[in-house]
């Protein structure tokens, strides 16, 4: 069977930092979606540099994607700059966000988590498919300005662009939820050990936990659960 050219550009920043392999999923978009190809590519330390590499992946026997590989350091990819803008939302530190609400969790965290209980647990790639442009920027527009407005819309949009606008709020985030001083510290102590030494891990995992508020591991595991 001949090959059938289709074009679809898409740009990723995927963080791999300790794997060995980057798994890819093609699923065909109908009412009900099926994988469609599956490819394994094998990570190598020759990519680790800054020129873009291009890398032709054959999905299947008659499939193939053309990738462009470029590598950024994960300093560079972390880096956020706070907003400037007075009571803004997007792109404000949480700290801000939660004293300015009078919260222990942002509302549009709670908001969004709400929404996708109701109607989302079942929905396949819920996380992982993106939502509508144009309801992503109307979300954005109304949590900016009303709380309220901005709920009721979440009950009319596609449920992918409920969590859709709470990944964006998460990527818009200026300082890492285990905050800028300790996720250096939590990244060491995660990559240091192996598989084979899990008991160890976890045990210096959770010496960097006594580091953070109540509140902030409330919050920390309230977002790990809804993206696992």
Known sequence: MPFRESHLERKFVVELEGSQNVRILLYALQERPILRAKHVLKLSRS??????????????????????????????????????????????????????????????????????????????????VSGSASDLAKLKKSFETNAYEAEQLLKDVDIHSVTGILKSYLR???????????????????????????????NELLQVFEELRLKQIKLLLIIYWIIL
Not at 54 to 78: C, M, Q, S, W, Y
């Open 172 to 202: 818009e985030l200026p300082e890492a939820l285990f905050t800028d001083i300790l996720y250096p510290k939590f990244f060491e102590t995660f990559s240091r050990f192996s598989n084979n030494n899990e008991a160890e891990r976890i």
């Open 47 to 128: 990519w680790l540099r800054e020129t873009p590499q291009a890398r032709v992946l054959k999905l299947g026997d008659n499939l193939i994607l053309n990738t462009t590989i470029h590598f950024v350091p994960g300093e560079v990819t972390l880096r956020r700059v706070p907003t400037s803008k007075p009571g803004a939302l997007f792109g404000a530190k949480m700290q801000q966000v939660l004293k300015r609400e009078k919260r222990d969790i942002p509302f549009i965290i709670s908001a969004c988590i709400r929404e996708v209980e109701k109607r989302g647990m079942s929905e396949v790639g819920i996380y992982r």
